[in-house]
């Protein structure tokens, strides 16, 4: 009861809002006790507020109270430290739910500092002392706080585990190594320890080096970083500079020529009309002179007739309509067809030279082209749309699906006429162009080329030179039933790899490199290119001369 009545008048006496023993004890007007800077710092905080509460009861002062010391209570709080008693502990000295409480702690708890690996048991400061000052807790092994002491416990019979099993590869009791583990290879698990140890040691000096490399391969990516945007800056400037004096070149040469016509159109103009003025006036005197003689006509004295009729009759000398010579709705019309003519050109310089310079910009690859090992999930990630040019279809090819599926025919189809078509392969090319990295699938039956070409590979005839893998401008692979074949300028490989009616096509135009695989539930290569491209490449298709109903589709990549 002594203990219980203690236990309330420290309750009593502890400060409502430190929690500590009332310092300097002061009582509000409602009755409640505090620490006095405790209550006045509170009160601080409501200055601004002009009303002033108590912390416990919430009864509001309109002005600040005068606080009253307590005697009594100081008084009892100066007896109370002589007995002993200290300060209650904080609220961060409790353990909340995420610490390890003290096992030996009654009520609430206070937090465990350390925890015992031989008592099995967590303590708090102040019940750990005896481990430090006892020697009969000398040899215990005191770890950081856990909660997961019970897993050193057998859980058959009860005792520690201090032993490890290498053949079962676990932790074991002394009564475990004589019993169901007797025979194997059993050390103390400080031993296991050890051994583990220098094997960890080990892992973290690998792990260590594999960090600084790849710190070093971040801090070369960095630096290629900044030299990839350094040149792309430098080649957009320069690229902005070269193609300004271009437009001022042109902007120029349409000055020029726009000068030149007009000019030459005053001086024409000007020869017009001064030819025009003087057939006016010949016109005028003209019209006089046919005026004096109708009236010279019409005189009865025959004396005087033939008096003025000499001076009357003579003409000036005409301006003769044979020297004027018109070009009807022809007179700068060669201008603008050797400005057309200039144009045309120069379309088709930037045309020839646009293919190179996007070849150009695209050979720029810092990193590998194709790590070894990629997934399909890795190729996806490069996945292109690719749809056919109905231009370019053999008349006896059905394409279809959006354009995604060509189908062999026996009957021809009504296409137009178009140079880009093949009138004598039953092939087809596709839309797009490829350059970058690409892959796409085709899902194909019968016997079916897969194929990658050039534009300008020939479109007219039946010669080796349009056929796709005949000549070096295109490469196929020929799918069928029962085998692989590529081929690329007339040289055929046969190839061995798992059947599929799907193959994938994966690109890296700047590095040169062409793929095919077999696609199911793995990836199987099935063949690979290495070379140099030089121009965009186009996807395509090929089928035999005699097949009908043979189909394949470029498959929609998600």
């Not at 002491?149 to 490890?164: A, D, M, P, T, W």
């Not at 690859?365 to 109905?390: E, G, H, W």
């Amino acid at each position: 009861m002594a203990q219980k009545a203690v236990q309330l008048d420290e309750k009593t006496i502890s400060c409502p809002i430190c929690l500590d023993l009332l310092k300097d004890p002061v009582t509000t007007p409602c009755g409640h006790s505090y620490c006095k800077k405790c209550i006045n710092d509170h009160w601080d905080t409501e200055d601004e507020k002009r009303i002033y509460s108590c912390p416990q009861c919430r009864k509001s002062f309109t002005q600040r109270p005068e606080l009253l010391k307590s005697t009594m209570l100081a008084v009892l709080v100066e007896e109370l430290k002589k007995t002993g008693l200290q300060a209650a502990p904080a609220d961060h000295c409790y353990a909340g739910p995420e610490d390890v409480a003290c096992d030996v702690c009654t009520g609430r708890k206070l937090r465990a500092v350390k925890s015992c690996l031989v008592c099995l048991a967590s303590y708090c400061e102040k019940h750990l002392q005896p481990h430090y000052e006892s020697p009969t807790f000398k040899k215990h092994k005191l770890v950081e706080p856990s909660e997961k002491l019970q897993e050193n416990i057998c859980s058959r019979h009860g005792e520690v585990l201090k032993f490890f099993c290498r053949n079962d590869q676990q932790c074991i009791c002394c009564l475990c190594s004589v019993e169901e583990h007797k025979g194997h290879d059993t050390v103390s698990a400080a031993a296991e320890r050890t051994e583990r140890q220098r094997e960890l040691e080990g892992s973290r000096h690998n792990i260590q080096q594999r960090i600084q490399d790849r710190e070093e391969d971040v801090k070369l990516l960095q630096q290629e970083v900044e030299a990839i945007n350094g040149s792309a800056d430098k080649a957009v400037e320069h690229s902005e500079k070269i193609f300004t004096q271009l437009i001022r070149l042109m902007e120029k040469r349409r000055s020029d020529v726009k000068q030149q016509v007009r000019s030459q159109q005053e001086t024409e103009v000007s020869r017009v009309k001064e030819l025009q003025e003087k057939l006016e006036q010949e016109i005028t005197e003209l019209k006089r002179k046919d005026a004096e003689l109708k009236k010279l006509s019409h005189t009865e004295d025959h004396t005087q007739f033939l008096h003025n009729y000499p001076s009357l009759s003579a003409l000036s000398e005409s301006t003769h309509s044979s020297s004027i010579k018109i070009r009807p709705l022809k007179y700068f019309e060669d201008v603008t067809a050797a400005v057309s003519e200039v144009r045309d050109k120069l379309q088709d310089v930037l045309r020839e030279t646009w293919t190179n310079i996007s070849l150009t910009v695209t050979e720029v690859d810092v990193l590998l082209s194709q790590p070894k090992n990629m997934t399909r999930a890795d190729f996806l990630k490069y996945s292109c749309k690719i749809t056919l040019d109905p231009n370019t279809a053999f008349s006896r090819l059905l394409l279809s699906e959006g354009n995604r599926k060509a189908t062999g025919m026996s009957q021809v189809q009504s296409y137009s006429d178009h140079p880009d078509r093949f009138t004598n392969r039953r092939q087809v090319l596709s839309r797009e162009s490829l350059t970058g990295r690409c892959y796409w699938e085709v899902e194909w039956g019968g016997e079916v080329g897969v194929a990658v070409a050039y534009k300008d590979i020939s479109r007219a005839g039946d010669s080796d030179e349009c056929g796709f893998g005949s000549n070096d401008k295109s490469w196929m692979l020929t799918c069928s039933t029962d085998s692989y074949e590529f081929c690329h300028n007339k040289v055929k490989t046969i190839i061995s790899g798992h059947r599929s009616s799907r193959v994938g096509v994966y690109l890296d135009h700047s590095a040169g490199i062409l793929s095919f695989y077999s696609v199911s539930d793995t990836m199987t290569l099935l063949h690979r290119v290495q070379t140099t491209f030089t121009q965009p490449l186009y996807a395509g298709l090929w089928f035999n001369w005699w097949s009908s109903e043979d189909s394949a589709e470029f498959c929609e990549l998600k």
